[in-house]
């Protein structure tokens, strides 16, 4: 998940665009006014005369020269604005517009990277990779119930698959219009190709449009991205930046967990990475074909605990579908 450096490039230039756009769209604003109002032109050039005088000042040491400048450019301020006002134009109209005011349109913040930029990396991450295409074959206007079993309910929840599914499609539709206010997590438990990956694949759809950001991993490579952080002697920057963008991303998605070589580097990553994440309030989505006990047995009672504790657990049933169309 990590860029690379022309990857890099491509948002970078994007921002250049972006300042190219602004600054001509300031151009032109300024032109037009200039050409309705003259007066502005005026008051803008005797804002440079100004300043340039008492700066002279100040240098031949006028004490009151720094008060009179502050004094003067306040009150053409205020004639420049009753003027724009007085022909209808927005305060600001003369103004440079960014798409970010954060950043300016830099895409850096104190010299890190902006929220804008992380969310540019995660949308060009994903229209370069498989779940770009797999999110738009997998999501909430193609899920269909006709696949699942509507003949007899299952006993431990008295409902049939398919009325069940409506429910579970209910908690995710309701997660994701709420995600902005209260996040939350969810386990996905179940046999495989009883629905899981598709309904994180619908979630994961719903966020990336509205610009959250969501990492998609399996759990192989999930483990993979931390080992490599944790055991190669000079981590290359963009295994860190990746290792700390799962850690700081809106969503995060583990699929399959419990299908990569487990060890105690694993349970404590997976300790780690959860309890991270959960400290600092973001959302993860874990789906998995163990079983709480079993999990509990692979990861240690305290990821269990953790996990039990803050996620929302959403156990799914029924047969294989992968045979069958879950697309309506």
């Known amino acids: 998940m990590a860029l690379s450096n022309s990857q890099y490039h491509a948002i970078m230039r ?18 037009e006014v200039y050409e309705k109002i003259p007066a502005i032109r005026e008051i803008d050039s005797a804002v440079g005369v100004k300043a340039v005088e008492r700066a002279r000042q100040m240098l031949e040491g006028d004490s009151g020269a720094r ?17 724009l006002q007085a022909y209808g134009y927005p305060a600001d109209y003369m103004e440079m517009r960014y798409v970010c005011p954060d950043c300016r349109d830099t895409g850096y913040v104190n010299g890190q990277k902006c929220h804008c930029f992380k969310r540019a990396q995660m949308k060009l991450l994903y229209a370069q990779s498989n779940i770009d295409e797999i999110i738009r074959r997998e999501n909430f206007s193609t899920f269909s119930y006709d696949c699942f079993d509507d003949s007899k309910p299952i006993p431990a ?8 599914m409506k429910d579970v499609v209910r908690i995710c539709r309701k997660f994701t219009e ?17 629905g899981k990956t598709f309904l994180s694949n619908c979630i994961a759809k719903e966020l990336i449009d509205r610009y959250y950001s969501v990492i998609y991993l399996s759990a192989g490579d999930f483990f993979d991205i931390f080992s490599k952080n944790r055991f190669e002697s000079q981590a290359e920057e963009e295994i860190r930046d990746t290792c700390q963008s799962v850690l700081d991303c809106d969503l995060l998605i583990i699929d399959d967990l419990g299908t990569e070589v487990n060890n105690s580097f694993t349970s404590s990553q997976l ?56 697309r309506g």
């Open 157 to 164: 929840i008295g409902k049939t698959v398919a009325q069940y």
């Open 271 to 326: 300790f780690y990475c959860i309890n991270d994440r959960l400290g600092s309030r973001k959302s993860t989505i874990i789906s998995t074909n163990l079983s709480l006990n079993r999990m509990r047995d692979s990861y240690t009672d305290r990821v269990a605990s953790r996990i039990i504790s803050g996620y929302q657990v959403i156990p799914l049933y029924g047969e294989d579908l992968r045979g069958k169309r879950l």
């Open 14 to 31: 994007d921002y250049e665009k972006r300042q190219i756009e602004s600054r001509h769209e300031k151009e032109r604003r300024v032109k």
């Open 67 to 83: 008060e009179r400048l502050k004094r003067e450019l306040a009150e053409l301020g205020e004639q420049r604005m009753a003027l």
């Open 178 to 194: 709420r995600f902005g206010e209260e996040g939350g997590n969810i386990l996905f438990t179940g046999n495989t190709g009883v």
